[in-house]
T-cell receptor, first 111, second 113 residues
Framework: TQLLEQSPQFLSIQEGENLTVYCNSS?????LQWYRQEPGEGPVLLVT?????EVKKLKRLTFQFGDARKDSSLHITAAQPGDTGLYLC???????????FGSGTRLSIRP | GAVVSQHPSWVICKSGTSVKIECRSL??????MFWYRQFPKQSLMLMATSNEGSKATYEQGVEKDKFLINHASLTLSTLTVTSAHPEDSSFYICSAPVGFEQYFGPGTRLTVT
C-alpha cells in the first residue's frame, strides 16, 4: 500500500507552461519534503515544509503544505527543459524519524 | 547542506557472490542512516533503518539475513547483499537525517549477472 500518492505519475508539457503536482495521504505528517532526482543520481532536497498551510517559494517553484498536514502540492511556473526529472514527495510521521516516499511524478519539459 | 557519499557508485557481480556498499556522512555525524532500493522508473522503497551501535530495523518483506547492515561508527553504515541474485539488481541509495531533513547519497547501481 502506497502511503503517499502522487499525481500525475507522468507529465509531458511544453516549455513555458505551468503545472502542478499533488501529493496526498490519509496520514498526518510532522514534516514533508520535496525532492528532485536525475537518472542515476540520488534525490536532491528542494524544500521542507512543517507547518499546516505553509507556502514556500523557490524561484519558479511554489510548495504548499495542506492545513491538515496530509497533503502537499508543487507548482512550477513557466516550466523549462531543465525542470525535467523525477519529483518525489516524502513525509515523516510524528512518532518516527524515517521518511516515506511518494510514488513519484516523472516530468518532461519539451523545448 | 550536509554531504553523504556512497561507494562504489556502481558494481557488477556474479550470482551467488556478496557485495558491500558503504555510506558515509562526510561533514556530520549520523546515529541513524536509511537504506533505500529503487527499481527503474519507480520511487524509493525504504529497506531498513541503520542505527549506530545497535541492530538495524528492517521494513516488512526485507530479508535481514540477505541484506546485512552494519553501522559501526557515527559516519559509516554498510549494506552487504549476500548471495546476490539477478533480482537483487537495483539502485541502492542511503540517506542520513539532519533535523527535519534527509540528505541522500548519490546511489550505487548493482547489477548481478
Amino acid at each position: 500500500t502506497q502511503l503517499l500518492e502522487q499525481s500525475p505519475q507522468f507529465l509531458s508539457i511544453q516549455e513555458g507552461e505551468n503545472l502542478t503536482v499533488y501529493c496526498n495521504s490519509s496520514s498526518v505528517f510532522s514534516s514533508l519534503q520535496w525532492y528532485r532526482q536525475e537518472p542515476g543520481e540520488g534525490p536532491v532536497l528542494l524544500v521542507t515544509v512543517v507547518t499546516g498551510g505553509e507556502v514556500k517559494k523557490l524561484k519558479r517553484l511554489t510548495f504548499q503544505f495542506g492545513d491538515a498536514r496530509k497533503d502537499s502540492s508543487l507548482h512550477i511556473t513557466a516550466a523549462q527543459p531543465g525542470d525535467t526529472g523525477l519529483y518525489l514527495c516524502a513525509g515523516r510521521y510524528s512518532s518516527a524519524s524515517k521518511i516515506i516516499f511518494g510514488s513519484g511524478t516523472r516530468l518532461s519539459i519539451r523545448p | 547542506g550536509a554531504v553523504v557519499s556512497q561507494h562504489p557508485s556502481w558494481v557488477i557481480c556474479k550470482s551467488g557472490t556478496s557485495v558491500k556498499i558503504e555510506c558515509r556522512s562526510l561533514d556530520f555525524q549520523a546515529t541513524t542512516m536509511f537504506w533505500y532500493r529503487q527499481f527503474p522508473k519507480q520511487s524509493l522503497m525504504l529497506m531498513a533503518t541503520s542505527n549506530e551501535g545497535s541492530k538495524a530495523t528492517y521494513e516488512q518483506g526485507v530479508e535481514k539475513d540477505k541484506f546485512l547492515i552494519n553501522h559501526a561508527s557515527l559516519t559509516l553504515s554498510t549494506l552487504t547483499v549476500t548471495s546476490a541474485h539477478p533480482e537483487d539488481s537495483s539502485f541502492y541509495i542511503c540517506s542520513a537525517p539532519v533535523g527535519f531533513e534527509q540528505y541522500f547519497g548519490p546511489g550505487t547501481r548493482l547489477t548481478v549477472t
